[in-house]
């Protein structure tokens, strides 16, 4: 029920951890299935320079968590700012419908961890 690029991205997700004192954190839950997402980020420059995510969740919140990584790095966070989970979908080449609310987590999560970066940044 998963496509090619789904299970591929499952099965070896890419930016996977955590990273040290991070500029912004974003904690998503999944209140359908109690599953948990974390994104971490550095930012320099206004750009996303490095990006992780630690996801305790199915193999679509999973893909989901490692496609929006390699979206969002090294764009501004304006445009990081920008992405939807219909962008991560499509580039996973879609979605089973009953996924969906799984693939809500990480573009949530970015935004929390963006959010997270301008509350707290010297003003
Ligand atoms: Fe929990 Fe998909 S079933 S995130």
Do not use: Q
């Not at 994104?39 to 893909?63: H, L, S």
């Not at 990081?80 to 991560?88: F, N, Q």
Request: glycine share 6%; with cysteine.
């Amino acid at each position: 029920m998963y496509s090619k690029e789904v299970m591929e991205h499952f099965t070896h997700p890419r930016n996977v951890g955590e990273i040290e004192k991070p500029d912004g954190v974003g904690k998503v839950g999944n209140p359908v299935c109690g599953d948990i997402m974390h994104i971490y980020i550095r930012v320099r420059d206004n750009r996303i320079a490095d990006i992780k995510f630690r996801t305790m969740g199915c193999a679509a919140a999973i893909a989901t968590s490692s496609m929006i990584t390699e979206l969002a790095k090294n764009k501004t966070l304006e445009e990081a700012k920008r992405l939807t989970r219909s962008d991560i979908a499509e580039r996973l080449g879609g979605l089973p419908p009953v996924k969906m609310h799984c693939s809500n987590l990480a573009a949530d999560a970015l935004r929390k961890a963006i959010e997270d970066y301008e509350r707290k940044k010297p003003k």
